[in-house]
């Protein structure tokens, strides 16, 4: 199930996983950030996985696409949420 609180959770763990992603320099560093994202994008709700990855199963998993995935995703939250 898609509620306003697993909506604001997930924003708010994309958000900030993604503003520490995009300034760092640190290579391990952005493994760890994708690892921990693939968690999390498992243990979400499967409607709130497919309503920001628009039904691509490897959305927030592969390694080429992750910036622009995770980009993608605070984007939709934040329109979800009424914040943009």
């Not at 920001?52 to 490897?58: C, K």
Request: charged share 30%; glycine share 2%.
């Amino acid at each position: 199930m898609m509620t306003r609180d697993s909506i604001e959770t997930a924003y708010s763990f994309l958000h900030q996983k993604r503003n520490v992603y995009i300034h760092s320099s640190l290579d391990w560093q952005k493994d760890d950030i994708e690892c921990a994202i693939a968690s999390f994008a498992d243990a979400m709700s499967r409607e709130l996985f497919d309503a920001i990855g628009e039904g691509r199963s490897d959305f927030l998993h592969d390694h080429l696409r992750f910036p622009d995935d995770i980009s993608a995703a605070v984007s939709k939250l934040e329109k979800m949420l009424c914040l943009k």
